[in-house]
């Protein structure tokens, strides 16, 4: 059952709004008296789907659904998709380009601290389409 | 815990971002990293971040990885829509001559003594 359903859209290259969506979601998450610990790993998942989101893909949304036992994560962009996702994985791959690297965004750490931030990982990419994650954190 | 009003006074940092109340404000530790996903996935709550990247996104990264301050050493220039964002979500941002190296030893060395 969903408690509280948040929904945020994310523009692509938008640098400047980029982290106001997971920022607001971390103030959320704190008004609600979130435990500490979950909301430092929803903060971190929802910013890097976000950053994701702003530097590879043409755009696309975050919603958190904020349940009884869990918070899930889904950030769903408008394509171009990921080629190979073993790869895209990987601590340290990156497909960014070097004037996002100049800015410190870029180090191929994004999926990989998700993953090690979440409880439930799933990640599905269709090329040319969309790339969708999902992402459980429990209480 | 650190008191933040000493660490600027012992350093002699430039306040960057004037408009926080940073009288009761609190530093653990230090952090120095650059590279913005590494520093979310390491910084530890309450840590002081020394970066080089100067750009808007720095102050979500802080904040989202409860940093307590951001020092910036060199005395490397800093966007306006950086200190801006800074001061609407209540993330001094300092600044320094020193390098990230130096001010690290020399933090190191003042919350050792207290």
């Known amino acids: 059952m969903t408690v509280i359903k948040l929904v945020y859209e994310v523009e692509k290259q938008d640098f400047v709004k980029a982290g106001q969506a997971s920022s607001d979601i971390k103030k959320k998450l704190k008004q609600l008296g979130v435990p500490s610990e979950t909301t430092r790993k929803v903060a971190i998942s929802t910013y890097e789907a976000e950053m994701n989101i702003v530097i590879h893909s043409q755009g696309g949304y975050i919603e958190v659904n904020i349940e009884e036992q869990a918070i899930s994560i889904k950030a769903k962009d408008r394509g171009p998709g990921i080629k190979n996702i073993e790869l895209a994985m990987q601590e340290g791959y990156t497909t960014a380009t070097d004037k996002v690297r100049e800015l410190g965004f870029g180090a191929g750490m994004g999926l990989p601290n998700i993953k090690s931030c979440s409880d439930e990982f799933k990640i599905k990419s269709v090329l040319g389409k969309y790339t969708e994650l999902d992402v459980q954190i429990y209480f | ?114």
């Open chain 2, 1 to 114: 815990m650190y008191k933040i009003e000493k660490l600027i006074e012992n350093l002699q940092l430039e306040i960057v971002s004037k408009n926080i109340d940073i009288t009761d404000m609190n530093m653990s530790g230090v952090y120095i990293g650059d590279l913005l996903s590494w520093v979310m996935g390491n910084i530890k709550p309450g840590d002081a971040w020394i970066t080089i990247q100067t750009h808007v996104n720095i102050v979500a990264v802080a904040a989202l990885g409860d940093a307590s301050c951001i020092i910036i050493p060199e005395n490397a220039e800093i966007d306006e829509s950086t200190i801006q964002k800074s001061e609407e979500q209540d993330i001094p941002i300092f600044r320094s001559n020193l390098t990230a190296y130096e001010l690290a030893c020399k933090i190191s060395r003042l919350v050792d003594k207290k």
